[in-house]
């Protein structure tokens, strides 16, 4: 089964809007990332959170890691049409030595 | 940087044939990975290579999957024959980071496969 799962699957919101999605995980990691995936494209890297912090931004972004309940989510602020895409969260496990993609959560953003 | 490369960007072949995916990553970047993505199963690593030497093909479905890296600016992915079950989204990305700590990924646009 896979290490990340997202949730939800689905999210549909109008611009402006805030967008939550999280993250949830089995074992132990090194450090998470959060990828957008546009139709017929390849992804692309978002940001990356160690397992030694709580929280970071970049932009409209902001990521949280809780390593106590295995989880992440990821907000993003102020939503545009653009926003819409597939988002994967992927964890990087100790001695793993790859990362590790989760289903990824579908954010279709209405103008 | 153009970015990683992929080749070629869409094929649609026959069942029983060969087919063969290519990938230039970026220039300096130490390790390459090979991901197949579909509805059902999703993104899937099929192999890595670190410093062109692979390290985990435990994600390749099938022995008719190869994958190659003969010098650290080139990557095919070779199905052999390929089957109906093969079509998918294959994607290649590369890292600067070579080692056990992985971190950020740098995807190709994608060769988008259809066996028919």
């Known amino acids: 089964s896979q290490q990340g799962e997202e949730d939800p699957q689905a999210l549909s919101i109008q611009e402006g809007e805030n967008a939550t999605m999280n993250c949830s995980y089995k074992?132990?990691?090194?450090?998470l990332q959060w990828y957008r995936q546009n139709s017929g494209r390849g992804l692309v890297h978002l940001i990356l959170?160690?397992?030694?912090?709580r929280e970071k931004h970049s932009g409209r972004l902001r990521v949280t890691l809780d390593t106590s309940k295995k989880s992440s989510s990821l907000l993003i602020t102020a939503s545009r049409a653009a926003d819409t895409a597939s988002y994967f969260c992927?964890?990087?496990?100790?001695?793993?030595?790859?990362?590790?993609f989760g289903d990824g959560t579908t954010l279709t953003v209405k103008p | 940087d153009a970015g990683v490369i992929q080749s070629p960007r869409h094929e649609v072949t026959e069942m029983g044939q060969e087919v063969t995916l290519r990938c230039k990553p970026i220039?300096?970047?130490?390790?390459l990975f090979w991901y197949r993505q579909t509805m059902m199963r999703g993104l899937e690593l099929l192999i890595y290579?670190?410093?062109?030497?692979?390290?985990?093909d435990s994600g390749m479905p099938e022995d008719r999957f190869s994958a190659k890296m003969p010098n650290a600016s080139f990557s095919t992915l070779k199905i052999q024959p390929s089957e109906p079950r093969d079509s998918a989204v294959y994607f290649c990305?590369?890292?600067?980071?070579?080692?056990?700590?992985?971190?950020?990924?740098?995807f190709g646009p994608g060769t988008r496969l259809l066996v028919l």
């Open positions: 990305a590369s890292s600067p980071y070579p080692g056990p700590l992985q971190e950020t990924q740098y």
């Open positions: 074992t132990s990691i090194n450090n």
């Open positions: 959170i160690r397992s030694n912090e």
């Open positions: 992927a964890t990087d496990t100790p001695n793993a030595g790859k990362s590790t």
């Open positions: 220039s300096g970047h130490n390790s």
């Open positions: 290579f670190n410093n062109n030497v692979p390290i985990d």
